[in-house]
């Protein structure tokens, strides 16, 4: 059995794994989450996931979920370019560093605004008050000057001169507001250049096809069953996460 990837693309790690695996010839089946329906939820997969969360990858008899997990096995088991993991020992603690760093900083803040400008309103026919949208900013705003200042720093990329898992990573969580009309990097060129460069490197073509869906994510939210169970149990979860 060849090596089956279960992702959704709206899904900011999905589009990680799916980017990594497709910019190293990594041979996959591309298995489809449904999401707004509940597929995480089936018997299906949960014997892929019991977190009924998505990536999750099943190679062979092994399954995986958490995307950083992921990213780790298919550079490490398919030998990917060192510079996306690197072998070297401080390289590497450096890629770690960032992805241990941004779970619950930029993907959690990106995600909120998304969920705040796109999402949350669709499901429930009521805007964000401004307040909350306004602190949703300033605390994603705080978290790039971090990324700028202490990750990034003066170097064309986080681990270094090459670009890593931690750049990609980077990337697809801060396309996430982008994707709502708010370029978070707006009015800081170093990061905006840094955004160029890893889009060049991944190549442009297949970053620009792994977000096709996600920028047009307004289609999906207005698309939505609101009187569906599934959909208003998912409205009730996501109000809960990002408050």
Not at 91 to 99: N, S
């Amino acid at each position: 059995m060849g090596l089956e990837l279960y992702l959704n693309l709206l899904s900011q790690p999905c589009r990680a794994v799916y980017i990594f695996a497709k910019k190293n010839n990594i041979a996959f089946e591309f298995k489809f989450i449904d999401l707004s329906t509940g597929q995480q939820f089936s018997e299906e997969f949960g014997k892929v996931n019991a977190l009924r969360l998505v990536p999750a990858i099943k190679d062979g008899d092994f399954t995986l979920g958490e995307s950083v997990a992921i990213l780790k096995y298919l550079a490490c088991k398919y030998q990917a370019p060192d510079h996306w993991y690197p072998a070297d020992l401080q390289k590497r603690a450096r890629v770690d560093e960032y992805l241990a760093w941004q779970h619950a900083t930029i993907r959690y803040q990106g995600s909120r605004i998304f969920m705040f400008r796109s999402l949350l309103p669709a499901l429930t026919g009521k805007p964000i008050p401004k307040d909350r949208m306004d602190e949703a900013l300033e605390d994603l705003r705080k978290s790039i000057q971090i990324f700028e200042d202490k990750f990034l720093q003066d170097k064309p990329y986080i681990a270094g001169e090459k670009v890593s898992l931690a750049d990609l990573v980077a990337l697809v969580e801060l396309m996430q507001p982008l994707s709502t009309g708010i370029d978070p990097l707006e009015g800081r060129p170093k990061l905006i250049e840094w955004r160029e460069r890893v889009k060049g490197d991944v190549g442009k073509e297949l970053f620009d096809e792994a977000h096709e869906k996600m920028m047009k994510s307004k289609d999906f939210a207005n698309a939505l069953d609101l009187n569906s169970p599934t959909v208003q149990q998912l409205a009730q979860k996501l109000q809960k996460k990002y408050k």
